[in-house]
């Protein structure tokens, strides 16, 4: 088989993007080589580290031990309620520098732009307020301000971004949001998380037809993308699903 420019994107998805780095660890053990990551949201988070140069392992440690989800402030304003300027602080001492240039290898991050209601691609210049834009959910964050545009969740407008891999032979593409229908409505908090699927898996699904390969980790519906304790077995689900779809694709021989 000849060798291919094989482009990975992983989707948003909150908690569960704990599965793309058990996706990353997947390639990596079967040394299959990536030529470019995109990402929204989760998917931007694991891009940013595995671009950095950490494994997906490291990631995950680095993560759990440094508890990221109590780095987020509570400061109200007039646009939300939260702020990750502490995080942003986190991800710069992880950064040789805060450019897109200084990563091991290229990647794409998704952020919607809320100013001129759109989706836009980050791929060059000052890298962590995109990465930190595309994981800033609505209302519960306050907006980035970059360039004078304020920017949101990058899910909201494309949460598969596959089209800055269009420069790529073969293109991957990581679903951990796909619509569960038996998602029990108990709770407002359940009414919300299950019509934010609905709305993202019409969209995510219509975009993932682009793609030449779809992994959606088995059993990923089950994960509460809310909830950050289960990261091992996210990061497992990932691993399992992708080794069993690159072998069945014959795509470990790809080197």
């Known amino acids: 088989m000849s060798k291919k420019k094989i482009g990975l994107c ?6 569960r993007g704990f599965a793309h780095l058990g996706v990353l660890h997947a390639f990596d053990e079967l040394k299959v080589p ?12 694991a891009a940013l580290f595995y671009a950095a140069g950490y494994t997906p392992k490291e990631s995950l440690e680095i993560i759990i031990k440094k508890r990221f989800w109590q780095y987020v402030a509570f400061r109200p304003t007039k646009l939300g309620f939260l702020s990750m300027d502490k995080t942003a602080g986190i991800f710069r001492k992880l950064c040789q520098e805060d450019s897109f240039e200084s990563l091991k290898m290229p990647i794409s991050v998704c952020a919607t732009n809320i ?3 759109k ?17 800033s959910v609505p209302i519960a964050f306050k907006p980035i ?14 949460n598969l971004p596959l089209e800055p891999l269009d420069d790529c032979d073969y293109k991957i593409a990581v679903n951990v949001t796909p619509f569960h229908p038996r998602l029990p409505v108990k709770s407002m908090k359940t009414a919300i998380l299950k019509s934010v699927y609905i709305s ?7 975009r993932a037809k682009k793609a030449d390969l779809v992994i959606e980790p088995e059993g990923i519906m089950h994960f509460d993308g809310f909830k950050l304790r289960h990261a091992e077995k996210l990061f497992e689900t ?3 699903s992708t080794i069993k779809l690159l072998k069945e694709n014959g795509i470990d021989t790809w080197q």
């Open 10 to 15: 992983l989707s948003g998805g909150g908690a």
């Open 34 to 45: 990536i030529s470019k990551i995109s990402g929204s949201s989760a998917g931007a988070f």
């Open 115 to 117: 100013s001129k209601g």
């Open 119 to 135: 989706a836009e691609y980050f791929e060059k210049g000052e890298l962590i307020k995109p990465v930190i834009a595309s994981a």
């Open 145 to 158: 301000n970059i360039n004078g545009d304020l920017y949101l969740d990058g899910g909201l407008s494309d």
């Open 200 to 206: 993202i898996d019409n969209q995510t699904r219509a």
């Open 238 to 240: 990932g691993y399992k």
